[in-house]
């Protein structure tokens, strides 16, 4: 079973920045698809950005540009660099781990943007 642990979400000002952490209680060398996910009070989770093993990512069009994934595999860790950030991002973030077929979820942390 695989642990994540995010951290860095905040309040920040509209066109700020923050960077979210997930941290793994694994190598994320073995996680087919590591992802961030959001969801905004009375809407559902939506997808953020994906990450693969070998390293493509993925994003919506409301994020492109802005957002960035990565991974250390070193320190088992993905980051989100969110840039631009605007009141619209305002969400409980989530790290969305999937190893072999089984889906993996962290706890979430609250992103406020301001305006």
């Known amino acids: 079973q695989v642990q994540l642990v995010e951290s860095g979400g905040g309040l920040v000002q509209a066109g700020g920045s923050l960077r979210l952490s997930c941290a793994a209680s694994?190598?994320?060398?073995?996680?087919?698809?590591m992802g961030w996910y959001r969801q905004a009070p009375g809407k559902q989770r939506e997808l953020v950005a994906t990450?693969?093993?070998?390293?493509?990512?993925n994003y919506p069009d409301s994020v492109k540009g802005r957002f960035t994934i990565s991974r250390d595999n070193a320190k088992n860790t993905v980051y989100l660099q969110m840039n631009s950030l605007k009141p619209e991002d305002t969400a409980v973030y989530y790290c969305?781990?999937?190893?072999?077929?089984?889906?993996?979820w962290g706890q979430g942390t609250q992103v406020t943007v301001s305006s």
């Open positions: 694994e190598s994320i060398f073995s996680i087919s698809v």
């Open positions: 969305k781990a999937t190893k072999l077929g089984w889906s993996y």
């Open positions: 990450i693969i093993r070998g390293g493509t990512t």
